[in-house]
């Protein structure tokens, strides 16, 4: 390294100790797409537009009523005609990308990567079985040659459906390799979608395309193209968007060497007073060169090649004990538990690196493991690929092909769990959690059942997360509460109701739940609509209790779709079904919204997700 790098490099460090930014991933570099105007793509048509809000109606199709403003981009198709697509100005290789879209009501969009490889954007509401032409599919390829019926092939469903109603936000994310080609233009390596995530949920991975899917821009695979929207099957709205873009070359190691020492050491040791058991010059870093199963030192020397500046992240896999990566003698991953993760800003150089791993916990395989992030590059392995050191688990799920119930512990954010908590699972794929201790319903999802795997794999903590994608209702709380003042503070506990759960009974496999509260009976029944597009839920009281509201919902922000349907923060809505002539109330609470209503002896609403 001259002086000048060595110079930056260390005022690189400096800022990066003065100001806490070592632990910013390179994740920060992404960039957003701006949508304060159109300016971002080429000449889009007059169906794209720029817009402030954007609403759907869950029964009209194919339309959205907009208020004007920034921030969110919409295809309006007209009635009469189909909309064009909608081109960036982006082109773009190997990419990740993520935004937050909406649907309309049967509408069908699409994010061409390159604008050749389709991923679908659909309102694929209550669909139970989904194909690749359904939302997070990838869509198909297609051949005119071919006979009726088999002209469409290597479409990728999604693995299960996770869509949310129309109208609702929705979220994507997906990561692309571009396909490879040599010198002379051929190609070497097909184009991948290496994960896609909706809504949380990994719905497609490592998914190969042999090439362009139907609808491309054109059959000419590329090293670079261009972004493109779908924007003639329906209408569709599109917020948050933003990549990072992987254009530049990974660092490369280079004069590697290795030196082996044998015994157990639970820190560096003095490397000049014991005699090596073994060392060379490897091709690459690995575990691999170290012939004991355990207590030993394994250190590696050799120089980072460092191409583009900027900040590093490095993740260090040292399974069985523990190690450090220094970079020019400046310590930048120091692990924790068999693992440790660390960045740096470092310069256009070729900067000295160390590793040292020290393993002394028999029962787990030695497994070295290096991959670094930084501008412009993705996650890069710079060892071997064996660095999985405790044997993977299988996952232990539980399908709902009938009405299904679970009992078990049960984790909400925010470190809470419920102790006495029933998952009630349904084969419209549409699933709920009943807290017996509150007589509350505490999550929804869509999708695959549960995962029991904490709950039955080897000891287990007795607890179940659900499968699919969900929607957390808040902190646990009595679904029923009396009020004295209308602006009384919904208290989160159970004490002065005289709350007693009295278990449930069973119809058709679905459960009535049954506790006391304020001296009364209460049923709570909730069934799920047809084709899992919500729970219908019905509370009765035994009796009338004065001042007694029911809490429907909590958020950020509770707005009213029309009369007796409100959307909580664009994430679901509620619908009142039966009020008996009860009237509802939004109100303000602790920086929050409620929406609560009375009840006299029976409310009937719906969840719809």
């Keep these: 390294m001259n002086r000048q790098h060595y110079t930056q490099f260390c005022i690189a460090l400096l800022l990066v100790n003065l100001l806490g930014i070592g632990d910013i991933s390179a994740q920060s570099l992404k960039s957003q797409i701006p949508l304060n105007d159109l300016l971002a793509f080429t000449t889009p048509a007059k169906n794209w537009e720029i817009v402030g809000k954007v609403y759907a109606d869950l029964n009209i199709v194919n339309e959205f009523t907009v208020v004007k ?9 007209d009635k009469m005609k189909s909309g064009s697509d909608l081109n960036f100005a982006l082109q773009h290789g190997d990419i990740d990308m993520e935004m937050d879209y909406m649907m309309s009501r049967g509408a069908s969009s699409g994010i061409f990567l390159q604008g050749r490889y389709e991923v679908k954007l659909s309102d694929s509401w209550g669909i139970i079985n989904p194909k690749s032409s359904d939302n997070g599919g990838v869509y198909e390829r297609w051949d005119d040659s071919k006979p009726e019926g088999q002209k469409a092939y290597e479409g990728h469903a999604p693995r299960q459906n996770v869509s949310r109603a129309p109208g609702l936000w929705q979220h994507i994310k997906v990561s692309f390799q571009a396909p490879r080609f040599d010198d002379k233009g051929v190609k070497t390596a097909n184009a991948k979608i290496l994960y896609l995530w909706l809504n949380g949920i990994l719905v497609q991975e490592n998914i190969e395309l042999s090439g362009p899917t139907k609808g491309a821009l054109d059959n000419k695979e590329v090293a670079d193209g261009p972004l493109r929207f779908q924007g003639n099957q329906g209408a569709v709205a599109f917020k948050n968007i933003s990549y990072t873009n992987f254009n530049k070359s990974h660092p490369k190691i ?5 030196v082996v020492y044998k015994g157990n050491f639970s820190e560096e040791p003095d490397y000049k007073a014991f005699k090596p058991e073994a060392q060379g010059t490897p091709l690459m870093l690995t575990s691999s060169v ?13 120089f980072l090649n460092i191409a583009e500046p900027g900040e590093y992240r490095f993740k260090l896999s040292v399974p069985g004990g523990k190690g450090t990566l220094k970079i020019n003698n400046i310590k930048v991953v120091d692990t924790k538990e068999f693992t440790g993760v660390g960045a740096s800003i470092l310069p256009v150089a070729e900067l000295p690196f160390e590793i040292f791993y020290t393993k002394n916990v028999d029962w787990a395989k030695a497994a070295l493991g290096l991959t670094v992030t930084g501008p412009g590059i993705r996650e890069y392995l710079l060892s071997d690929a064996n660095f999985s050191s405790l044997e993977a688990i299988d996952k232990i799920l539980i399908n709902a092909q009938e009405n299904t119930i679970l009992r078990s512990f049960t984790d909400l954010p925010g470190n809470i769990r419920v102790n006495h908590a029933v ?3 349904s084969p419209e794929q549409l699933h709920y959690t009943y807290d017996l201790d509150n007589g509350m319903i505490v999550q929804l999802w869509r999708g695959e059942f549960l995962d029991a795997t904490p709950m039955w794999h080897e000891r287990g903590d007795g607890s179940s997360r659900p499968a699919g994608s969900v929607q957390y209702f808040g902190k646990p709380a009595p679904a029923i509460r009396r009020l004295i003042t209308g602006d009384a503070a919904w208290v989160t506990d159970t004490t002065g109701t005289a709350f007693k759960p009295k278990g449930y009974t069973l119809a058709d496999g679905r459960p009535t739940f049954k506790y006391l509260i304020y001296g009364t009976l209460v049923n709570d029944a909730s069934t799920v609509m047809p084709e899992g597009k919500g729970i219908r839920r019905e509370l009765s009281l035994e009796s009338p209790v004065k001042g007694t ?18 959307c909580i923060d664009d994430n679901y809505y509620i619908s009142l079904d039966g009020t008996g002539g009860e009237k509802p109330v939004v109100r303000n609470s602790g920086g929050f919204q409620e929406l609560i209503i009375p009840i006299k002896q029976k409310l009937i609403y719906s969840i719809i997700l």
């Design 69 to 77: 403003g920034e921030g969110i981009l919409v295809n309006r198709v």
């Design 290 to 302: 170290v012939k004991l199963d355990n207590e030993f030192v394994l250190k590696y020397t050799g």
């Design 549 to 566: 509201f029911v809490r429907l919902a909590t958020g950020r922000k509770i707005e009213v779709i029309k009369s007796g349907m409100y």
């Design 254 to 258: 280079s004069q590697l060497k290795y």
């Design 423 to 425: 998952g009630v699972g």
